[in-house]
């Protein structure tokens, strides 16, 4: 399973790069616009800490102007992912862009049936965003438990199921347990995959009886 951040924070990026587990970045305009750098220099900053794909939004609605807003960002660099909507226009250039050579991520899907037709637009990844499905009292996890499924009934369905709007650990785990190749998530909540209070106190324990042996490995 490969883990991006959620993020346009670079300090948290180099942070969790360091760690050697990191295999790519997701940012929205939202999170842009939150770091408050320019967008075009920040993916610029990001490509350059990450070697795996750095997703980056258009921010246009319609097809034409989106796709010269892709075919620019992508020039940023060759890890560039261009983020497009899961709309009939972003449908469209996702596909002119995957014909291109460069790598998508239809984001804002919520539904299995709009995951097959990111599928059949050729993307790169589909981003079901199960956190805002929890939010309103639906089953974001089901989703993707369907979305699984669907894509596994069909070798030429290449696109990888990219876990998006992740809340916690327990999201991150029900995903693996599905077989969704990516979730993308917030530093805080990759950070604490980490935690376990038996892991603390073991350790402590380990310290404590080797220090009275006297001893030393090395
Ligand atoms: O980047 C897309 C997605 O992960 C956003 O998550 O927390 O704003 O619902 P959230």
Redesign the pocket.
Known sequence: MKFFV?TAEVSEIRELAATGLLDGV?T?P??VAKSGKQFLDLIAEICDVVDGPVSAEVTATDAETMLKEGEKLAKIAPNVCVKLPLTKDGLFVCKRLTGQGIKTNV?LCFSPAQAILAAKAGATFV?P?V??LDDIGADGMGLIAEIVEIYQNYDYFTTEVLV????GPAHVVSAARLGAHVV?APASVIKSLLNHPLTDKGLAAFVADWKKTGQSIL
């Open positions: 959620d997701t929205n939202s999170l984001t981003s965003f956190g805002r998006a709007s992740v809340r993308t």
